[in-house]
């Protein structure tokens, strides 16, 4: 699936542009990038509520707005991305607000005037709260770091994918891999966050902490500085936004012209310097009222019929992409769910990981370093999936990533169900553990492994593998050259609003249940039951993902077809213009 692409470069750097070894690059960017945000994203919370006075309430909640935040920006860094910067540009200039940001918050944590006093034990843990000053401070760091990450999420993946030549059936396999490998370097970085950068704040100072945050996303940088002479680079072309916006404006003022039947009769170019598209998408029979903006009137002169996209006339490849992005939404749409479940599933687990026996061969394992048994166990499915799971299943489909996106993403969602029934199967165990001990209301860890957590954590990472994977692929691959950073931020944004609503989904639940999660005492709440909320719930979503994925339509003719995982064709063509980045 997806356009074919001639890629235009200088001639001497042409044999040594693009591929896995600049792809390379991006690997690791992706890496340190991660293992520093999300080392961090499972442990604030303990340091707003021990270093900067905020209530469990207040800590939770600035913690998931916060993340909100950064998966829902990269709309704006996609947006830039594809309208004034490239790709390239973009995450160099978005890792500088990323390291300032860790930086102003190591200096935060450094120095004590610049932090509310530490909470009185001897006085009942009365509590200072944090001046405006300070709390000015932690925020500032906060969003620049949520700004920074958000322009590297929605850019530095099309970055990496842009490397391979889709028009090359070596080059569509690549790209195919492509996607494991990105997520491959995620769980990677994200497994040495929770573990190693999380002892360090625990062990070391938050100041260490996050100073190591800072070092790790600037020497990123560094790297994908260094592969800068590597990259085909694509050239912005003009807004995305402003594209769509001229299809809905001019079907609305052709609403009264019938639609053609044949498609010659609506507006296209084909002259590569005419236009800010770059590629040519064919015509598709679903929102045909949109085709309006493609009919030529009369009225129109020369100048109007020659421009590929203006306020009076678009070009079918500007009505296509508008009818893309409104097929997404759906989609999208029908996955917020599951990171909702995720959201809860990172909350929960890291409170009833307090309740369990944390001890391993002596060691006391940190409850924010909890989410490495995910991880690791995505880190040995994801190669095994990329090199068995694919080639097989590509020898019996002929689809160079084995299964079609949207089946991706709903396996994923299925083994998310799964996931939380299984979490609350685990839950009941560990409750019955508390009473067949008489622990119920004591504040102890019970005799029970918090490696039962892993059950659950493991099912929701391979749902992850499935569903994320999906979903960036699908999103890039899907939209039009113009506008790839922007759809991969759409998939970014499926994880923000999970964020958002999972808040909602509890306070929602107690309302309703008269109180399930309304204790401080996880023996005595009923978690199981709300996991198994989740679980039903889940399966209803899954339902409407189904019916959203069946109403979708490929661009073009659908997915690439290889045979017998050997020969490519290419159905339909485009250019992408390209430079050294």
Aim: net charge neutral.
């Amino acid at each position: 699936m997806g356009m074919s692409g001639n890629v235009e470069t200088e001639p001497k750097h042409e044999t040594r542009l693009g591929g896995t070894r600049a792809a390379m690059f991006v690997y690791v960017m992706v890496g340190l990038e991660n293992m520093a945000f999300l080392s961090m994203s499972v442990s604030l919370v303990t340091y707003f509520f021990g270093y900067m006075n905020f209530s469990l309430t207040k800590s939770a909640t600035t913690l998931t707005n916060f993340l909100g935040t950064a998966y829902l920006l990269p709309l704006f860094g996609g947006y830039i991305s594809d309208t004034y910067l490239s790709r390239f540009k973009t995450c160099i200039l978005f890792a500088s607000f990323e390291v300032v940001g860790y930086a102003l918050l190591a200096v935060q944590a450094r120095f004590q005037q610049l932090r509310p006093v530490p909470c009185n034990a001897s006085l009942g843990n009365q509590c200072e709260q944090a001046e405006s000053g300070q709390a000015a401070i932690l925020f500032t760091g906060l969003y620049l770091v949520a700004f920074g990450t958000s322009g590297i999420k929605a850019a530095l993946p099309s970055l990496g994918a842009d490397q391979f030549d889709e028009s090359d059936p070596k080059g569509v396999k690549s790209l195919a891999s492509y996607f494991n490998w990105l997520m491959f370097s995620v769980t990677t970085g994200a497994a040495f966050g929770v573990t190693f950068l999380v002892w360090i704040s625990s062990n070391q100072g938050w100041d260490w902490g996050f100073g190591v945050c800072s070092v790790a996303v600037l020497v990123s940088a560094l790297f994908l500085l260094m592969g800068k002479s590597m990259y085909r680079n694509y050239v912005p072309k003009g807004s995305p936004i402003l594209r769509i916006l001229q299809v809905f404006v001019v079907a609305i003022k052709n609403r009264n012209i019938p639609v053609p039947e044949i498609t010659e009769e609506l507006h296209e170019t084909y002259d590569k310097e005419s236009g800010v598209t770059t590629d040519i998408l064919q015509r598709t029979d679903k929102l045909r009222c949109l085709d309006r903006a493609a009919v030529v009137r009369s009225e129109l002169d020369a100048s109007e019929l020659r421009s590929s996209g203006s306020w009076k006339l678009c070009t079918v490849t500007q009505v296509e992409e508008t009818k893309i992005l409104i097929r997404m939404f759906p989609i999208i749409l029908s996955t917020i769910f599951m990171n909702t479940c995720l959201a809860q599933l990172q909350t929960f687990t890291i409170q009833q990981s307090t309740t369990m026996d944390r001890n391993l061969h002596g060691f006391t394992v940190p409850g924010p370093s909890i989410p490495v048994i995910p991880l690791v166990f995505m880190s040995i499915l994801i190669p095994l999936y990329d090199r068995i799971f694919v080639p097989v299943m590509r020898r019996f489909t002929g689809i160079p990533t084995g299964i079609t996106h949207l089946q991706r993403i709903g396996v994923g969602l299925v083994l998310s169900a799964i996931s939380m029934a299984v979490a609350g199967i685990v839950e009941t165990h560990r409750k019955s553990v508390a009473v067949e001990n008489d622990m119920v209301d004591s504040p102890g860890p019970l005799p029970l492994t918090v490696f039962w957590l892993g059950y659950q954590y493991a099912i929701f990472g391979l749902a992850d593998m499935f569903t994320l994977v999906g979903l960036l692929e699908f999103f890039y691959e899907e939209s039009s050259s113009g506008m790839k950073s922007l759809g991969t931020a759409i998939a970014w944004c499926s994880m923000a609003f999970g964020y958002y609503t999972s808040s909602i989904v509890v306070e929602v639940v107690n309302k309703v249940s008269n109180g399930w999660l309304a204790s401080n005492n996880l023996n005595r709440d009923k978690l199981n039951y709300f996991y198994w909320l989740l679980a039903g719930l889940s399966i209803v979503n899954l339902g409407v993902y189904l019916m959203c994925a069946s109403w979708y339509k490929y661009k073009k003719t659908g997915m690439k077809q290889i045979d017998g995982g050997n020969n490519g064709h290419v159905t339909s063509e485009g250019k992408i213009h390209m430079s050294i980045a």
